[in-house]
């Protein structure tokens, strides 16, 4: 017998919510065939078999999230391996195309984390269990662990955990599951609210330069990638933990996008060296590949700083959710006309609002306010 445990599906999460099993028990899979397909923060997965075997027992059923390092699949044969192409060496690490070998054990020791094949002075504990007893101060190595050969879950954390405030009871009377991207949205919104320190500043853009047909996007995003130029403090990353900042010269922007399955937040890559043609191009393609769920996981990771268009359906000012580890997100509403005063005379002008959120911590009131007006100083050239 044989355990595979839920690889990290190198989306940086601790779990992942079952999409479709490819095997039943009693089937016979070869190495590299598909096995399951896991549903992670906005993208699914398929996870090969890393053993030749017969299927013995498929810990979850299709909905049930599973956390990273938990059993997923028992094989019967005890003569199952792995090959060094498709599973995972012993250094456990993991990247596209290489599954992690579920027996690894990390071992904390004072030069960091390594992998050991037992389990003898070792605190052996999930990832999430791991950075929950981070918060909460708490000492791993009085915990037993519960899980598979006495790991640490975060079940095990949260049972000592100080009971400082009594839990909320809400009913329902026809309660539904939250899944899929909004299980990762919900999960998002509320460590953005747990960890930043959010500042918002408003401003509008005059565009009555603009000549008919400017593509409202392209130009936006050209905005930020001035502006993050002109200002860098808002595009990168900020760790709580060690209060240490990593700023990009590269703008990586994810721009959110709206679908009946929740929110999305694909990334465009390098935005400041794209033209309005390609950045039109690309944005069209992850708008359709957000609706058909084919948008590849790399797609959406590690954005440096986030594009909130939400005025194309409604909404003049908002206070954008900055999500952690980015610094920034910048919100932009219903295009408006308003009646100014130019050159002696009083005109009709059309407006962008503007709202940009910020982590405090990591950027200051004096950045952002550069930031927004590079951003206002490039929308309101006419080209």
């Given at each position: 017998?044989?355990?595979?445990?839920?690889?990290?599906?190198?989306?940086?999460?601790?779990?992942a919510?079952?999409?479709?099993?490819?095997?039943?028990?009693?089937?016979?899979?070869?190495?590299?065939?598909?096995?399951?397909?896991m549903?992670?923060?906005?993208?699914?997965?398929?996870?090969?078999?890393?053993?030749?075997?017969?299927?013995?027992?498929?810990?979850?059923?299709?909905?049930?999230?599973?956390?990273?390092?938990?059993?997923l699949?028992?094989?019967?044969?005890?003569?199952?391996?792995?090959?060094?192409?498709?599973?995972?060496?012993?250094?456990?690490?993991?990247?596209?195309g290489?599954?992690?070998v579920?027996?690894?054990?990390?071992?904390?020791?004072?030069?960091?984390?390594?992998?050991?094949?037992?389990?003898?002075?070792?605190?052996?504990?999930?990832?999430?269990?791991?950075?929950?007893a981070?918060?909460?101060?708490?000492d791993?190595?009085?915990?037993?662990?519960?899980?598979?050969?006495?790991?640490?879950?975060?079940?095990?954390?949260?049972?000592?955990?100080?009971?400082?405030?009594?839990?909320?009871?809400?009913?329902?009377?026809n309660?539904?599951?939250?899944?899929?991207?909004?299980?990762?949205?919900?999960?998002?919104?509320?460590?953005?609210?747990?960890?930043?320190?959010?500042?918002?500043?408003?401003?509008?853009?005059d565009?009555?330069?603009?000549?008919?047909?400017?593509?409202?996007?392209?130009?936006?995003?050209?905005?930020?990638?001035?502006?993050?130029?002109t200002?860098?403090?808002?595009?990168?990353?900020?760790?709580?933990?060690?209060?240490?900042?990593?700023?990009?010269?590269?703008?990586?922007l994810?721009?959110?996008?709206?679908?009946?399955?929740?929110?999305?937040v694909?990334?465009?890559?390098?935005?400041?060296?794209?033209d309005?043609?390609?950045?039109?191009?690309?944005?069209?393609?992850?708008?359709?590949?957000?609706?058909?769920r084919?948008?590849?996981p790399e797609?959406?990771?590690?954005?440096?700083?986030?594009?909130?268009?939400f005025?194309?359906?409604?909404?003049?000012?908002?206070?954008?959710?900055?999500?952690?580890?980015?610094?920034?997100?910048?919100?932009?509403?219903?295009?408006?006309t308003?009646?100014?005063?130019?050159?002696?005379?009083?005109?009709?002008?059309?407006?962008?609002?503007?709202?940009?959120?910020?982590?405090?911590?990591?950027?200051?009131g004096?950045?952002?306010?550069?930031?927004?007006?590079?951003?206002?100083?490039?929308?309101?050239k006419?080209?």
């Amino acid at each position: 017998m044989k355990i595979f445990n839920l690889p990290d599906l190198g989306e940086g999460l601790p779990d992942a919510e079952i999409h479709e099993w490819y095997v039943k028990v009693g089937d016979t899979i070869k190495i590299d065939e598909p096995l399951v397909s896991m549903e992670t923060a906005k993208a699914v997965v398929e996870v090969p078999s890393p053993f030749d075997g017969v299927i013995g027992k498929l810990y979850g059923h299709v909905g049930d999230v599973i956390d990273t390092g938990e059993p997923l699949v028992e094989f019967d044969s005890d003569e199952a391996e792995a090959t060094p192409s498709s599973a995972s060496s012993n250094d456990g690490a993991t990247v596209a195309g290489k599954i992690e070998v579920g027996e690894t054990i990390l071992k904390e020791s004072a030069t960091g984390v390594t992998p050991t094949s037992t389990a003898s002075n070792t605190i052996s504990a999930l990832p999430i269990a791991r950075a929950l007893a981070r918060q909460l101060n708490i000492d791993l190595s009085k915990i037993n662990g519960s899980g598979p050969q006495g790991q640490i879950t975060a079940e095990d954390v949260k049972a000592h955990a100080p009971q400082s405030q009594e839990k909320i009871s809400v009913h329902l009377n026809n309660p539904e599951a939250i899944r899929g991207a909004r299980r990762t949205m919900a999960k998002m919104m509320a460590a953005s609210h747990a960890e930043v320190a959010p500042v918002t500043l408003v401003d509008n853009a005059d565009i009555y330069a603009w000549p008919e047909k400017t593509d409202i996007t392209a130009r936006i995003i050209r905005a930020i990638s001035v502006a993050s130029h002109t200002e860098p403090a808002l595009n990168g990353w900020y760790d709580g933990q060690s209060n240490a900042r990593e700023l990009s010269s590269t703008v990586n922007l994810g721009i959110a996008m709206d679908s009946v399955d929740g929110l999305f937040v694909p990334v465009i890559q390098g935005a400041n060296d794209l033209d309005p043609k390609q950045i039109r191009e690309t944005v069209n393609l992850y708008k359709q590949q957000v609706k058909d769920r084919t948008i590849a996981p790399e797609n959406l990771k590690d954005p440096s700083i986030t594009l909130s268009n939400f005025g194309m359906f409604a909404g003049r000012y908002a206070n954008p959710i900055v999500v952690p580890p980015m610094i920034a997100i910048i919100g932009t509403g219903k295009i408006y006309t308003e009646v100014v005063y130019r050159d002696s005379n009083i005109e009709n002008h059309r407006m962008i609002p503007i709202s940009i959120t910020f982590d405090h911590r990591a950027a200051t009131g004096g950045e952002t306010s550069r930031f927004l007006g590079a951003m206002i100083a490039d929308l309101e050239k006419p080209e």
